[in-house]
């Protein structure tokens, strides 16, 4: 379905833009690719939440999670079937760690921490086919990653008695994990993609 999907969307943009590069073409599949496994995983997952009276929850975690993911980038499976086991893993399991499990402040605080770090250190997290290879964007991105970590860093102890502390807490956790080396080593991907780029259009 994915590939009838992109198949079809690639042939009739290429009927209507004959003049487009080998490169152009290659960047818009990509696009179509995550368009498709990002709106069938929400169908999915949105589904699933409703079936199990979880869905407000379902959606806080999504947002905790995305304000981050947004400028820190990550890591993207390489196959669907991935992709929707990992985000049931961290928006479904995810909504009953955040309601279930008690979590002590001073435990919050050092894994808030250590986000914080991880942002500073490896945020923006890019990919082989979408590397990110304008400096100026890569430091953009790192700045603001880090600042939404101490903005969640300070919510997380004023919300502390209050679930939205947990939620802002497994998303912060789970947008760092997408970002970190050992996810990429993981899966087999390569890190830190720019750097087999050229520089000199930074």
């Not at 990653?145 to 956790?173: A, P």
């Amino acid at each position: 379905m994915k590939k009838f999907f992109i198949n079809k969307s690639l042939t009739l943009i290429k009927k209507n833009n004959n003049n487009l590069s080998d490169i152009k073409l290659e960047e818009i599949e990509y696009g179509l690719e995550s368009l498709y496994l990002t709106y069938t995983k929400f169908i999915v997952l949105t589904g699933l939440a409703i079936i199990l009276g979880i869905f407000k929850e379902y959606v806080i975690l999504l947002v905790a999670y995305n304000v981050i993911r947004t400028f820190s980038f990550g890591l993207h499976a390489t196959k669907s079937i991935y992709c929707l086991l990992s985000s049931l893993i961290c928006f479904i399991g995810g909504v009953y760690v955040c309601e279930y499990l008690y979590i002590p402040l001073t435990i919050k605080i050092l894994v808030s921490i250590f986000c914080v770090y991880c942002l500073i250190r490896y945020a923006p997290a890019d990919t082989e086919k979408r590397p990110l290879i304008n400096k100026k964007k890569r430091e953009m991105y790192k700045v603001i990653s880090v600042l939404l970590g101490c903005c969640y860093l300070v919510l997380i102890c004023i919300f502390n008695k209050h679930i939205v502390s947990n939620y802002l807490l497994v998303g912060m956790v789970e947008a760092v994990i997408m970002i970190h080396p050992l996810i990429y080593k993981l899966f087999n991907l390569p890190f830190d993609n720019y750097k087999n780029y050229n520089f000199g259009h930074n």
